[in-house]
């Protein structure tokens, strides 16, 4: 027998050993990821960008991604996360520090692709991880505090880019956004250096757990395996031709190419709402993301209470899709503001519940696999939303037509959700709510 002690004190003693290093980790990745929607502010006009060669280079970050998502992710699998989430961050620190060496549009182009193939596996290599650390009742409310890391990465950021931006120009005869590159990269390989020493391959290898949470942890991460294998198990291939996680990869791909379609152009589209200099649309820039925060942690918390997924995904993802929609044509920069807090707080709290899915029907390496492949095939909106921003901005002069097909592939992803937790995958989501806790007392 084991105690429910035991349970409760093993999980609380994980969360705080790993999480709070893990959302660091996040803020510092996306921030060297969407810190170019900073820099724009200033280097466009430095280095003649129009708004289509922006919103491609910017996009063209996922294409990186895309293609180096899966291998990176088995290679995590095979080697663990204490080698290889450090090798990430190392690189694309180094990488992203780069940024402050480009001096025109292919520079632009090839640097953003390598930033994309340099983070690829980070992410979903995060969610896997905590798949080795979590029990599946625990795991949605652990990958929904890592998710947290995004909205305070654009919290802490835009101050801090904003700060730099102000503060660093003509320094060493650099400019402003070459210094807010450097340090923002470089912070990056010094947090990738620490996390070979904290970051732990497995339970089995956790010192820092006592030996009975360390054997309960074991355990009951062990007999969930079986129980999943049993049902059926996937093979690596069988796992990347799945029309599940197909459709899962497409459905994120609509609500990644709203969220960084928003993201990559937010102080721009702020500043556009008119009557804003370059510092007030970047400061600006953390209210969406505030407001997200605020969301993301109310609709899980509801979602958790009601232990209802199905409307807590579509609704939240209609009502951003409305919002962006709305700041594509408002007049008023209070109602522009209004509109994208909207806007971003329902892309954000339908998002935040997505991630559990993959894991309740994949282990092992076909988890890993599987999702990279939803991840990386989502990440490829992170091409289409900047793009579509660019080119509208150019084509049409404003935000508003691009800012309605953002809406609408937010509100896309919302149905598809819904319509595949109604179908498919009902007894999967009934079987582990993301965010119930649960803990098993009895050794099996």
Known sequence: MVSDSTGRDTIKRVYWRLMPFLILCYIVAFLDRVNVGFAALHMNADLGFTAYVYGFGAGIFSIGYFVFEVPSNLALHKVGARIWIPRIMITWGLISAGFAFVYNENSFYVMRFLLGAAEAGFFPGIVFYLSKWFPSRMLGSATAVFILGLPVSVLIGAPVSTALLETMGGVAGLRNWQWMF??????????????????????????????????????????????????KSYGVLETLMSG??????????????????????????????????????????????????????????????????????????????LGLAMAGFSQSPLAGMIAICVGASGILASNILFWPLPSLFLTGAAAAAGIALVNSVGNLGGFVGPYINGWAKDYFGDYSASMCVLGGMVALYGVVIFAFLSSRARPLAQAAPPFAPHYQTKAE
């Open 182 to 231: 450097l340090v923002e990269g470089g912070l990056a390989v010094v947090v990738g250096i620490i996390a070979y020493g904290v970051l732990t391959r497995g339970p089995e290898e956790a010192r820092w757990l006592t030996d009975e949470q360390r054997d309960w942890l074991v355990r009951t991460l062990a007999a969930e395996r079986a129980a999943k294998e049993q049902v």
């Open 244 to 321: 599940k996680v197909l459709l899962l990869a497409f459905a994120i791909f609509c609500n990644i190419g709203a969220l960084f379609g928003v993201t990559l152009w937010m102080p721009q589209i702020i500043k556009g709402f008119g009557g804003l200099s370059n510092t007030q649309a970047g400061l600006l820039t953390a209210v969406p993301y505030f407001c997200a925060g605020a969301a993301m942690v109310l609709n899980g918390w509801h979602s958790d209470r009601t232990e209802e997924r199905r409307f807590h995904i579509l609704i939240p993802a209609c009502i951003g899709g």
